[in-house]
């Protein structure tokens, strides 16, 4: 897979992820801090403990998609039981069409990539957060891709989980922004399940 595009989905990955949990009020807005990213505010956890945890998700997420066995990414806010609400999940496809000359200084991404932090900060009005809300993050890859990563040392302290449960059906779907990284595309949405 591309380097570009991963270095880019991973950068921008770890910008969402921030700005979820702070939108969402997974945690308090004081173990956040502001930053700017395609040129405007986000935000970024100054928790270690939730930092580790993102950076350990991106890290595993880098090592997929050099492998081209990641298809979707979930971040799930999930309730007291665990049980994840709500669904911020990120689809990534192959493009047949790429040209490398359209966006080559990459102008077009980084406008996609601001208005999906833009356009985040307005859909959390469109849904409440449960009570103890937690997180967790879910790569949905393929079972040789999770074998490989078991046995990467860079990763042997973040043990993965196969999750056994069906898909439930979302009772609604708020999509976010779809748009294209050099060669593939990006589909971004909320799940709902209430």
Request: hydrophobic share 40%.
């Amino acid at each position: 897979m591309d380097s570009c595009f991963i270095d880019i989905t991973v950068e921008f990955l770890s910008v969402a992820f921030h700005s979820i949990l702070y939108y969402a009020s997974v945690y308090p807005p004081s173990i956040f801090e502001t930053r700017k990213k395609y040129n405007v505010v986000v935000y970024r956890s100054i928790h270690p403990e939730v930092n580790q945890y993102i950076d350990l998700c991106l890290k595993s997420i880098a090592e997929c998609l050099k492998t081209e066995q990641l298809k979707r990414i979930e971040f799930a806010i999930t309730d007291s039981a665990y049980k994840p609400k709500i669904k911020f999940v990120f689809d990534i496809d192959k493009s047949d069409n790429f040209n490398e000359t359209n966006d080559a200084y990459l102008v077009q991404v980084e406008q996609n990539l601001r208005a999906f932090c833009l356009n985040l900060s307005n859909m959390t009005s469109k849904f409440k957060t449960p009570e103890d809300a937690s997180f967790s993050i879910y790569l949905h890859t393929t079972e040789s891709s999770a074998v490989a990563m078991a046995t990467n040392l860079d990763l042997e302290d973040f043990p993965f989980v196969e999750v056994e449960e069906k898909i439930a059906e979302s009772d609604s779907i708020l999509p976010l922004r779809r748009f294209t990284i050099r060669d593939y595309s990006l589909d971004t949405y909320i799940e709902l399940n209430f």
